[in-house]
Nanobody
Framework: QVQPAESGGGLVQAGGSLRLSCTPL????????MAWYRQTPGKEREVVAA????????HLVDSVKGRFTIFRDDAKDTMYLQMNSLKPEETAIYYC??????????????WGQGTQVTVTS
């Protein structure tokens, strides 16, 4: 079973930037809504940003608005998350997957390995 592959994570100081990538997506999920999620140890996985693949319209959680941008390259079947002004509390493993607002995140399947983002103070 093909899984999405996330990349671009790393170690960065507070205030720094990273760009995450995830591919493939449309080839895996029969869904036009995709999202980035993150999870820290002991906490539930949470949505960070979502995008409508057809229109490019995006939605971000309040805590990242103005700092993160989600976008996609349809030709490459790749989704990105540009993260600026990173904060230590945003240290987490970041994942990509389809977005189903009416479904619990734990019910989603076909997760990739994620990419570790570590923000130092």
């Amino acid at each position: 079973q093909v899984q999405p592959a996330e990349s671009g994570g790393g170690l960065v100081q507070a205030g720094g930037s990273l760009r995450l990538s995830c591919t493939p997506l449309r080839r895996i999920f029969n869904n036009y809504e995709m999202a980035w999620y993150r999870q820290t140890p002991g906490k539930e996985r949470e949505v960070v940003a979502a995008i409508d693949w057809r229109s490019g319209r995006s939605h971000l959680v309040d805590s990242v608005k103005g700092r993160f941008t989600i976008f996609r390259d349809d030709a490459k079947d790749t989704m990105y998350l540009q993260m600026n002004s990173l904060k230590p509390e945003e240290t987490a493993i970041y994942y990509c997957n389809e977005f189903k607002g009416e479904v619990d995140i734990d019910e989603l399947t076909n997760w990739g390995q994620g990419t570790q983002v570590t923000v130092t103070s």
